[in-house]
């Protein structure tokens, strides 16, 4: 995976994690880079947890539970995005997905052990119930794209990406985001065609509107897949 994602990519996240007003117990890819379908134009998005002061988490004048930076150099774009650890913790314990894949990103800028113990953690904390973090990411995707004129690519992409995960997390118990690497198993035709159109083409392209009816055809049938891997699971 770390093939896509240039040398020169490499220095830029790492500076500006390492530019982090606190110390980070981890920083990742997330997002397209991390999901397996990057465009040409696809900015980076890097995400991760701070340890801040004591002072700033037990007193009562708190500091910010979450802080983002965005960074632009020329083509060269990136939000950061990191959690306090109290805050990154407790999503962890509230069944949310999105962490976790955070947490599990194979594409690691930085990293600590801390952040090794914490995916041992992590992975004592995945249960069946993570599959509604799924059920309702895809369906807010399956809306944007249904309204959209034209229809892009991208949120479709999102809804064949989180289904698969969630139905691999249910049958495996291991946090999977990437959408070539789930559909090496799942071995959809449409979504490796869908790939192949994205990587070569601008972020924005679209689908004719003759594509839906077989689309939510798939969407519904993953859903299924979805529950009946929660109720086995």
């Known amino acids: 995976m770390k093939d896509q994602v240039s040398g020169e990519a490499w220095k830029q996240l790492n500076a500006v994690a390492t530019a982090h ?4 117990v981890f920083a990742t890819i997330s997002g397209a880079h991390l999901y397996g379908f ?10 991760g947890s701070q340890v801040q002061p004591a002072r700033e988490v037990v007193g009562l004048d708190t500091g ?3 802080i983002t930076t ?11 995005v990191t959690h306090d650890a109290h805050k990154f913790f407790s999503l962890m314990l509230k069944k949310n997905g999105y962490v976790l894949e955070q947490l599990f990103s194979p594409l690691v800028v930085q990293t600590t052990p801390e952040h090794q113990e914490l995916k041992a953690l992590g992975q004592s904390c995945i249960t069946r119930h993570h599959s509604h973090h799924y059920f309702g990411f895809a369906e807010t995707q399956w809306k944007l794209f249904e309204k959209e004129q034209p229809r892009r690519v991208k949120p479709l992409f999102y809804v064949y990406r989180v289904l698969l995960t969630g139905i691999h997390l249910m049958k495996t118990g291991q946090v999977e985001a990437n959408l070539v690497t789930l559909n ?6 449409h ?5 192949a159109r994205n ?3 601008p972020e924005k392209s679209a689908l004719e509107d003759s594509d839906l009816p077989f689309h939510m055809s798939e969407y519904e049938r993953l859903r299924g897949c979805l529950e009946a891997a929660y109720r086995l699971s």
């Open 64 to 66: 910010p539970e979450i």
């Open 199 to 201: 990587m070569t083409g």
């Open 191 to 195: 979504v490796s065609e869908l790939i």
């Open 70 to 80: 965005e960074w632009k150099d020329g083509g060269f774009e990136l939000d950061l």
């Open 38 to 47: 990057p465009s040409p134009d696809s900015d980076y998005d890097l995400r």
């Open 184 to 189: 090496d198993e799942a071995k959809l035709s």
């Open 21 to 24: 007003p606190y110390p980070l």
